[in-house]
C-alpha cells in the first residue's frame, strides 16, 4: 500500500473496558493521515462517542445502530471493508477470535492487529508494543514487538525535548496529575484523590476524567470547593497536562506511554488485569511505581508510594530517565510506515 491508502478500524468501547482501544487506534489513524492515507471507522454508540468528543480531525464513521458483539462487529466490518474498498484494516478487539481474523483478512489487502495478551494468530500484521515482547511471541506472524512501536500521539513527541529539559533542573514537585481512564471504572478516580488530599500540602492538583465518570459530581464539588484542585473532563490537551506535571498517579493502559515519552515520574494503578503485566515490567525498569488493585489497604499503599517520590529528587530524576528511555512518541509513525509499506 502506498500513498492514497484507505485503512478501516474496528475497535472496542464501553463501560468495561474503556475508550483506550479507540484512542489508541484514533493515535495510528492520525499517523496514517499524515502520511496520507485515508482513515474511518466502524463503530457502535460507545465507541462513536469517544470518537466524537476526541478525534483532532474529522473522521468518516460507518456507526451501527447498537453495540455489536465482537463476531458481528467483525462482520460488519468486513462488509464495510468491501464497500468502501478499504487496502487495510486494523482490529484492536480483545473479542476477536480466529474466525473473526479470517474474516477481516479476506476482506482487505493487509490487516494489523492490536494485541497485548499473546493470544494465538493465523493472520495479520501484529502490533504489541509491551515491554519485551519479541516475534516468538506470535508464532508465524510478522511483528511489531515492543515499546518503540508505542503509539502515542503527536503532540507529546512534540513537546519531549523541552519537557525533559525542564524535568533534569529537578526541584520540589508542584503539580500533581490523576488520570485513570475516562469511564473511571469503580469509581477509582475519587478514591485515589481522596487518599491524596491529605497529603497534598501546597501542590496542585489536576484530575482528568471522563463525562460521564462516576467521580465527575464529587470531584467537581471538590474543585469548588479548594482551589488546589482542578477537574478536567474529556481532557483535549493531555499532552500539555503531562508535560506540566511533576508527578502522576496513572492508568496502565496506552497513558502509561504518554507519562514515558514526557519522561514523568508515576505511580500505576493496574485497574485492569490485562494491564498487570506491562505495569510490572514497567516497574522493573524504574519507569514507575506499580500500584496493586485496589484492596483494602489501597489507600495506605498508594499515599506511602506517593509520599515517597515526592520526598525523593533524586528517585524522580532516575525514574524520568529510565521512563523517557522507553518511549520516544514516534512509534505510530513507525507502525504507519510498517502498515502502508
Known amino acids: 500500500m502506498t500513498q492514497g491508502a484507505r485503512i478501516l478500524f474496528l475497535a472496542d468501547a464501553g463501560a468495561k473496558v474503556g475508550g483506550g482501544h479507540i484512542m489508541r487506534c484514533l493515535t495510528l489513524a492520525g499517523a496514517l493521515t499524515r502520511a496520507g492515507a485515508e482513515c474511518a ?8 462517542a ?11 464513521v460507518f456507526p451501527l445502530d447498537e453495540e455489536p458483539s465482537a463476531s458481528e462487529l467483525a462482520a460488519a466490518g468486513a462488509g464495510v471493508a468491501r464497500r468502501w474498498s478499504a487496502s487495510g484494516l486494523v482490529a484492536d478487539h480483545y473479542g476477536f477470535g480466529p474466525g473473526d481474523d479470517a474474516t477481516l483478512s479476506e476482506a482487505c489487502e493487509r490487516l494489523l492487529i492490536v494485541d497485548d495478551l499473546r493470544r494465538r494468530h493465523a493472520h495479520g500484521l501484529i502490533l504489541d508494543s509491551n515491554i519485551g515482547r519479541k516475534a516468538a511471541d506470535y508464532p508465524g ?23 525533559l529539559a525542564r524535568r533534569a533542573e529537578s526541584g520540589p514537585p ?52 479548594d482551589a488546589r484542585v482542578t477537574v ?101 509513525d513507525r507502525v504507519a510506515e510498517r502498515l502502508l509499506a
Open 232 to 332: 478536567h473532563v474529556d481532557a483535549r490537551d493531555m499532552a500539555d497536562l503531562i508535560a506540566a506535571a511533576d508527578i502522576a498517579v496513572g492508568a496502565g493502559g496506552s497513558s502509561a506511554w504518554e507519562r514515558c515519552c514526557l519522561g514523568l515520574p508515576s505511580l500505576t494503578v493496574i485497574v485492569a488485569d490485562n494491564q498487570r503485566e506491562n505495569t510490572m515490567a514497567l516497574a522493573r525498569e524504574d519507569a514507575t511505581l506499580a500500584i496493586a488493585p485496589p484492596s483494602g489497604d489501597f489507600d495506605a499503599r498508594l499515599r506511602a508510594g506517593f509520599a515517597s517520590l515526592v520526598s525523593d529528587e533524586k528517585r524522580r530524576a532516575a525514574m524520568s530517565a529510565s521512563a523517557a528511555a522507553l518511549c520516544d512518541g514516534l512509534g505510530a
Open 141 to 163: 506472524r510478522e511483528v511489531l514487538a515492543g515499546s518503540r512501536f508505542a503509539l502515542v500521539r503527536s503532540a507529546f513527541a512534540a513537546l519531549r525535548t523541552q519537557t
Open 50 to 60: 469517544v470518537l466524537d468528543t476526541f478525534a483532532q480531525a474529522p473522521v468518516e
Open 174 to 225: 508542584g503539580r500533581i496529575l490523576v488520570s485513570l481512564g475516562l469511564t473511571d471504572a469503580g469509581a477509582i478516580t475519587g478514591r485515589v484523590v481522596r487518599a491524596l488530599m491529605p497529603t497534598l500540602g501546597e501542590m496542585r492538583l489536576d484530575v482528568v476524567l471522563g463525562g460521564a465518570a462516576p467521580s465527575r459530581p464529587e470531584l467537581e464539588a471538590l474543585a469548588r470547593a
Open 41 to 48: 471507522f466502524v463503530a457502535g454508540p460507545a465507541a462513536w
